[in-house]
Nanobody, 120 residues
């Protein structure tokens, strides 16, 4: 399975962006992680493919929304009220197991990453 992420860019603080991640094949749970310069990759949000159950990191709760379109094998991350601290490379990830995880090693496939930069 290959994952293709898109939608990153430069936005001012308070603005919005929507990331997309298209999977070339069927997966189960999918997630978004992000990695800031000099820091480790961190969990952002996850969604189960069948039940649509979602889970978020505390830092993005209420501002970000993860969703998916099964007909397109695509997951989205709607990011609102962006802050400079959200600046990072965002990665989508997929796993074959039903339940989502919050740790990188729990995922089987990774996209190439898309840069999100939030200016103050």
């Amino acid at each position: 399975v290959q994952l293709q992420a898109s939608g990153g860019g430069l936005v001012q603080a308070g603005g919005s962006l929507r990331l997309s991640c298209a999977a070339s094949g069927r997966t189960s749970a999918m997630a978004w992680f992000r990695q800031s310069s000099g820091k480790e990759r961190m969990f952002v949000a996850a969604i189960r493919w069948s039940s649509r159950a979602t889970f978020y990191a505390d830092s993005v709760m209420g501002r970000f929304t993860i969703s998916r379109d099964n007909t397109k094998n695509t997951v989205y991350l709607q990011m609102n009220s962006l802050e400079p601290e959200d600046t990072a490379v965002y990665y989508c990830a997929a796993r074959l197991k039903i339940y989502y995880g919050i740790r990188s090693p729990q995922y089987d496939y990774w996209g190439q990453g898309t840069q999100v930069t939030v200016s103050s």
